[in-house]
């Protein structure tokens, strides 16, 4: 039994269904991220955890209790909204106090737990400033630590980073992170960031029009998406149509290996495989050959698009220092049996 359950948790507007049938069990200490594209259901999910959204029915238990109806101050969760809405007339420390004055601790207490949680995001020299006097990512660390200070069970963090810039929301991933794993909170983060949700979590939850589509740890999320959507959304994805033969799929009469369990010779099928699973040599010594169509240069890596028999690939190098292959370049592509994997074609079954 976990310490956070969901269990066919759904919310009807009308006769559209934001979330349906959701169930999910979080353990203690773990941070679980809900990923999906705009409208899929995960602020709904979160807020009725927090108890603002009333479930239209399913269950949901806190630590052996249910507390599917209960009032959200009754729940005590920690609660980061996408705008962390600071109080601007109160200082860092007043902020990050407020909740426990509403809790009615005492003032020594108070101000001894303020200055814990303000150490922990490490703000304890800024408690005296405005939000208006804070960077970007010290307000967001204000508005985890006011979360974090009265101590919840479940911490909850709708697009913690979402205004932040690019550079800063990444170092906020390993800070945030960091923090976490420091106090050990059960966290639910929700995202429609794929790096975000991989780098932070223990587990992804991916959603697609309100429902669960897959629950893994981001490595096996990314190694074996369960569908096509999936694998999409997380990370690139080369899909090249043909027909299955033993070995590999065949497409304009050549064999490109890979994996295919369960599918019958001469069958539709669609061969899957990552850009950075691919590597770049003469052509004719791949698996199949083909002319570098764009080259983009990402600083840690090269991003080429290939023209091929099979359609346009694209390949991910690592940069190792030297100029690669340049647009227009005869290539070989190759890749081992092992990278690639074969499927029915989506709206078949299984793929
Ligand atoms: N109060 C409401 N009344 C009617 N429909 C709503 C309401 N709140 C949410 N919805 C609908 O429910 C669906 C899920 O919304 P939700 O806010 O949970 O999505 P989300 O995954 O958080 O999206 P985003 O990434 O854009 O924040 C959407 O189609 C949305 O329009
Ligand atoms: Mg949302």
Known sequence: MGFLTLEGLTRLYGDVAAVSD?????????????????????????????????????????DGRDITHEKPDRRGLGIVFQSYALFPHMTVAQNVSFGLEMRRVARAEREARVRQALALVQLAALADRYPRQLSGGQRQRVAVARALVIDPPVLLLDEPLSN??????????????????????????????????????DRVVVMEQGHIVQVDAPYRLYESPATSFISAFVGKMNRLSGVWRPGGVEIGGRLLP?????????????????????????????????????????????????????????????????????????????????SAKAAKPEGAQGA
């Open 22 to 62: 959701v169930s999910l069990s979080v353990a203690k200490g773990e941070f679980v991220s809900l990923l999906g594209p705009s409208g899929c259901g995960k602020t709904t999910t979160l807020q009725m955890i927090a108890g603002l959204v009333e479930p239209t029915s399913g269950r949901i238990t806190l």
């Open 164 to 201: 932040l810039d690019a550079k800063l929301r990444e170092e906020m991933q390993f800070e945030l992170r960091g923090i976490q794993q420091r106090v050990g909170t059960t966290t639910i983060m929700v995202t429609h960031d794929q790096g975000e949700a991989l780098s932070m979590s």
């Open 258 to 338: 890979c994996n295919g369990a369960g599918l019958s010779e001469g069958a539709a099928a669609v061969l899957a495989i990552r850009p950075e699973k691919i590597g770049l040599k003469a052509p004719g010594a791949g698996v199949l050959d083909g002319r570098v169509k764009g080259r983009f240069f990402l600083g840690s890596a090269w991003f080429f698009t290939v023209e091929t028999p099979a359609g346009l690939i694209g390949v991910s190098l690592p940069n190792a220092g030297e100029e690669p292959a340049r647009e227009g370049d005869a290539v070989g592509l190759d890749w081992s049996s092992t």
